[in-house]
Structure formats: structure tokens, C-alpha cells
């Protein structure tokens, strides 16, 4: 009598459950993923790189520093340049005419 009233309750939960899987499986995959995460060697290969390319990029600015010191433009392209404008500044706007309000 027992296993009859564990049946009746446990058995249309697992029927139900599996035609949600079935249905499911028309629209999702049910496999399990797969995670592929990055292995420890390649992100320790891809720091290296990222290293030595950003010490290959600070040796190359510092050769450009010096030659443009050499060739003396520094001073020239840190300079801002003086200009006048061409035309004078347009007027300022004429003053807003007072409203007087009528008590009523």
C-alpha cells in the first residue's frame, strides 16, 4: 500500500520531467558543456609577450625622444601657437526687455 502511494506521486513527476526534456531537446542542447578554459601555460606564454612587446614599445619611444631632441623640434612641437583671430568678436546680445506683471 505504501510503495502504491509513493508511485502514484513519484512516478508522474519523472514522466513529466522527461517530456520537459524531450520537448527541451527541440530547442536546446542537453548535453553537458564543455568549459574550456585557458590553461595556465597559455596565459603565462600570452604575459610574456604582452611584456616583452611593452618593453619593445618603451625602448622605441625612448629612441624617438632622443632623436627629436637631436634634431631640436621638441621645443618647437610643445609650444603653443600665438595667432590673432581674423575677425572681432560679434556683439553681445541686447538686454531682455522687463515683463511687468498686473495684479489682477
Known amino acids: 500500500m505504501l510503495l502504491k502511494g509513493v508511485l502514484t506521486r513519484v512516478l508522474p513527476f519523472f514522466l513529466t520531467f522527461a517530456a520537459?526534456?524531450?520537448?527541451?531537446?527541440?530547442?536546446?542542447?542537453?548535453a553537458t558543456p564543455s568549459f574550456n578554459f585557458p590553461r595556465r601555460e597559455n596565459r603565462c606564454r600570452e604575459t610574456r609577450q604582452l611584456r616583452t612587446e611593452l618593453e619593445r614599445?618603451?625602448?622605441?619611444?625612448?629612441?624617438?625622444?632622443?632623436?627629436?631632441?637631436?634634431a631640436g623640434m621638441n621645443a618647437e612641437w610643445t609650444k603653443t601657437p600665438d595667432f590673432?583671430?581674423?575677425a572681432p568678436p560679434p556683439p553681445p546680445p541686447p538686454p531682455r526687455k522687463h515683463r511687468v506683471l498686473l495684479e489682477r
Open 20 to 30: 520537459g526534456l524531450f520537448i527541451a531537446s527541440f530547442f536546446i542542447s542537453i
Open 57 to 70: 614599445v618603451r625602448r622605441e619611444n625612448t629612441e624617438l625622444r632622443r632623436q627629436l631632441d637631436e
Open 84 to 86: 590673432e583671430p581674423s
